[in-house]
């Protein structure tokens, strides 16, 4: 095992030659984000654009966390998806159909939990349920939202209200109450951000648990590296804003089963955590500066971080096929 | 330790209105005879020329006027003999007719220039100037138009109360959180529900107060009001009983106009603390 610890390479990122030529196929994508701008009226008659010329494909059931510093315009993206805002040009096709405007089908985690204080905790949760299907019976609603709220631990809290529970508690409701609707999509705007490391890590453990068991496609944002380790299945890196981009899409080599607690010890993960942090840290920076020549905006860089002699060995030995070096 | 903070502000109040009542009943009492004089002459010119007593009454006149008042407060003699009950009636009566027209008027149209920018902008300089206007400017006005001076007194109530909760509906209607908007907007709630669903409950505590504040102010020009137009209510009885000089009756007024003004406070205060909800 001590072979596989890190710092056997830093890892460097190259373009996977192989995913160049493999780009998604239109019947793969079920989110297609377009070409899609934000700009602001800036002082002056100016505009500020945050993102433009955005393009962004994502897979049915496929977990993807955004990374990126504040100001990259993470959260508007995210809005953009949920509806919540309109893109200044472009569009989002959301399976074969552009959206406009808000829909059931795209459940949203707010990152503050948004949860409304003068109602219990099933009451927040009946209220979307209610929403969703609105000629419903009264106690097929409550049933729906008392299913909901179980499934995220909360069984036997259900007449408390906000007030009474505590930031983990109340994400937990947040998370019942987008999931009693059945999205299509989950959208989750740094859900665990203002939560303790301990009950971030069993939420990320709940969250993995449901996402996996009910196939869910998800788009979250992140600010933690490690927590869009445990929970993607690819990973977006922005530039820094404003004009922002997206940098590079990517692939995160570690076995759809994974374990938070053994996660470190997995091949591959420090290349992945060093190559993620290289690009918080600096490349965020230069590439926004200087983009690569052959950068297409289309069809951003689809990255595996080249792997250790030592991961790549272990990979090679388990049942995943090996992931090709650059 | 809230008790005995509860016990001894309480043993405190006791004491000051037993001072406050010890000062009073001395302040007014006689100091004796001023001079010798005829006793026809002293039965004629009465105690305050005779022995120095104030024509102020003392807190065991007013005792006595009170009792005398509730004990039957609704008798009615005659228009200018009406109990203090019955006067209390028709104020109380006048101020809800106002005031809840008021509310009919002031919420829905809070609601509408809160949810809209625009209105709220276009809206605004009316109630910037209309608002500090005395309510009591407006009676003129009112009696021209209206012909009628009790309805008149109802609308200057209405006038009087309409603002603290226009503004207060505004404001809480636009400050509804961003994010519970959101979560009305993502489960496509109509604007309809998401009106009663989310913006009222998120204004109720806002609104409440503008309404508390509300009350006060008609409560408040209630007096004044029916000073002016006469015939019934409290301000009407207090004016009268100042023309009989019954000072023990206008004392006795004013400690049941402070009486009833807590009520209805106490009343809206309650009512908003149903609609708080702690975050």
Redesign the interface.
């Known amino acids: 095992m001590s072979t596989l610890l890190p710092f056997v390479r830093r890892a460097q990122a190259a373009p996977d030659p192989a995913a160049g030529t493999h780009r998604m196929s239109n019947s793969e994508k079920f989110i297609s984000i377009e070409g899609i701008a934000r700009r602001y009226p800036a002082p002056g008659a100016k505009t500020t654009t945050i993102f433009e010329n955005l393009w962004l494909p994502m897979r049915r059931g496929e977990f993807v966390c955004m990374i990126g510093h504040s100001g990259c315009g993470k959260t508007t993206v995210l809005n953009i998806l949920a509806g919540l805002e309109a893109p200044s040009e472009g569009a989002v096709i959301v399976d074969g159909q552009a959206i406009a405007g808000t829909s059931l089908d795209r459940a949203v985690i707010f990152q503050g939990h948004a949860l409304l204080p003068w109602r219990t905790v099933l009451g927040n949760v009946a209220y979307a349920v209610s929403s969703r299907w609105r000629k419903a019976p009264k106690a097929e609603i409550e049933a729906r939202a008392k299913k909901a709220i179980a499934t995220v631990g909360l069984a036997g809290s259900e007449h408390k209200r906000p007030s009474e529970l505590s930031g983990g508690m109340k994400q937990r409701v947040g998370i019942a109450r987008a999931l009693s609707i059945d999205p299509k999509i989950l959208l989750m705007d740094e859900p665990f951000s203002a939560l303790d490391a301990l009950t971030r890590g069993t939420l990320q453990d709940e969250v993995r648990r449901i996402c996996v068991e009910t196939g869910q496609t998800v788009f979250m944002i992140t600010h933690d590296v490690d927590e869009a380790i445990y929970l993607a299945d690819r990973i977006v890196l922005m530039t820094n804003g404003p004009e922002a981009k997206v940098a590079e899409i990517v692939e995160n080599p570690l076995p759809k089963d994974r374990d938070r607690t053994q996660l470190h010890h997995a091949p591959g993960y420090y290349a992945l955590r060093n190559h993620l942090i290289d690009f918080l840290v600096s490349r965020s920076r230069t590439m926004r500066d200087a983009m690569p020549a052959d950068y297409d905006p289309r069809h951003p860089p689809v990255v595996r971080p080249s792997l250790s002699e030592a991961d790549a060995e272990a990979i090679a030995a388990t049942t995943e096929p090996a992931p090709r070096r650059a | 330790m809230t008790r005995s903070i509860n016990l001894r502000a309480g043993v405190l109040s006791l004491a000051l209105l037993a001072a406050i009542l010890l000062i009073w009943q001395v302040a007014v009492s006689g100091t004796g005879k001023t001079e010798a004089m005829d006793p026809e002459y002293a039965a004629l010119m009465g105690q305050t020329a005779t022995t120095g007593k104030s024509a102020m009454p003392g807190p065991l006149d007013v005792a006595e006027t009170m009792w005398k008042h509730l004990k039957d407060p609704f008798y009615d003699r005659g228009p200018n003999d009406k109990g203090i009950g019955i006067q209390l009636a028709y104020s109380v009566g006048r101020v809800a007719l106002g005031y809840g027209l008021a509310v009919i008027v002031a919420i829905p149209v809070g609601f509408l220039i809160g949810m809209s920018p625009l209105m709220s902008r276009a809206l605004d300089p009316y109630i910037q100037i209309l608002k500090p206007v005395s309510p009591l400017a407006w009676m003129p006005l009112a009696l021209y138009t209206i012909k009628d001076s009790s309805l008149s007194a109802i609308f200057v109530i209405f006038i009087c109360s309409v603002w603290p909760m226009l503004i207060n509906t505004v404001f809480g209607v636009a400050s509804t ?1 961003k ?2 908007l ?2 009305a ?5 109509g604007p309809i529900r998401r009106a009663f ?2 913006i009222l ?2 204004a109720a505590p806002t609104i409440l107060t503008g309404m508390r504040i509300s009350i006060g102010i008609a409560w408040l020009v209630i007096v004044a009001a029916e000073m002016l137009v006469g015939g019934t209510g409290i301000g009407y009885f207090v004016w009268n009983e100042w023309n009989n000089l019954s000072i023990t009756n206008v004392i006795t007024s004013i400690l049941v106009i402070g009486l009833v003004g807590m009520v209805l406070d106490q009343l809206l205060a309650r009512a908003q603390r149903l ?1 708080t ?3």
């Open positions: 959180r994010e519970w959101n979560v907007r993502t489960l496509e709630v669903t989310v409950p998120a609609v909800f702690p975050e």
